[in-house]
């Protein structure tokens, strides 16, 4: 596809378990990024992507939180015994090369309920 | 650090008019990027406009137009001739040395027909 690809688009999980959450980046884009957005708030940075490696990690909020990527392509966002403050909507986003003056393309993101 | 403050929290506008979004930032990189996305009800990020530190003249682009004060470090959207679709959050951000956007916490706008 020609935009940014999210998977799923909703996911309901019970307290306590893992989730994986996928994002599936503009082809040829080097750059990725994960944010949350809590309901009525704004984007908060989670992890940054340039190519494989992850420059900054330092928006994870606990060790329960995970990233990877492999190549400059598909990233999975791990959340491990998942709890109720991890409600929020899952935003992914890439751009061609990173830096200050590249406009970010988003997915459609992630609504992840944790019951 | 980089930081982006929207002070409207809600913003109303009847269709036709124009209207300004405020968006104030504070970064000690020399260079930066400032962008303005859109996320309607659907949620998704759409992006609208871009303007460099270094960019002598605002960035215009169809309807949107950003008022960029260097000096009070302040990055106004314009919407001329609003829609009753251009109603939306609106969220301004910004890029430096971290090339990491930061985002503000994002005004929501209101066309009245």
Not at chain 2, 84 to 101: E, H
């Amino acid at each position: 596809g020609a935009g940014v690809s999210q998977s799923p688009s909703n996911k309901v999980t019970e307290k306590g378990k893992d989730v994986e959450l996928r994002c599936d980046p503009i082809s040829g884009h080097t750059a990725l990024y994960w944010y949350r957005q809590r309901l009525g708030q704004g984007l908060e940075f989670l992890i940054y992507f340039q190519g494989n490696s992850a420059p900054d990690k330092s928006g994870l909020p606990s060790d329960r939180f995970s990233a990877e990527r492999t190549g400059e392509s598909v990233s999975t966002l791990t959340i491990q015994r998942t709890q109720q403050e991890d409600s929020a909507v899952y935003l992914c986003a890439s751009s061609l090369s990173g830096g200050r003056n590249t406009e970010a393309f988003f997915g459609q993101g992630t609504r992840l309920t944790v019951v | 650090a980089q930081k982006i403050t929207q002070t409207q929290p809600g913003m109303f506008v009847q269709e036709k008019e124009a209207v300004t979004l405020d968006c104030t930032y504070d970064t000690s990189d020399p260079s930066y990027g400032l962008f303005w996305y859109k996320q309607p009800s659907s949620g998704e990020m759409i992006f609208l406009i871009y303007q460099g530190s270094y960019d002598q003249q605002n960035a215009t682009e169809g309807r949107y137009s950003l008022n960029f004060q260097k000096a009070r470090k302040s990055a106004n959207l314009v919407i001329s001739a609003s829609q009753l679709g251009d109603s939306a959050m609106y969220f301004c951000a910004l890029s430096g040395g971290s090339y990491i956007p930061t985002f503000g916490r994002g005004t929501s706008l209101i066309v009245h027909p």
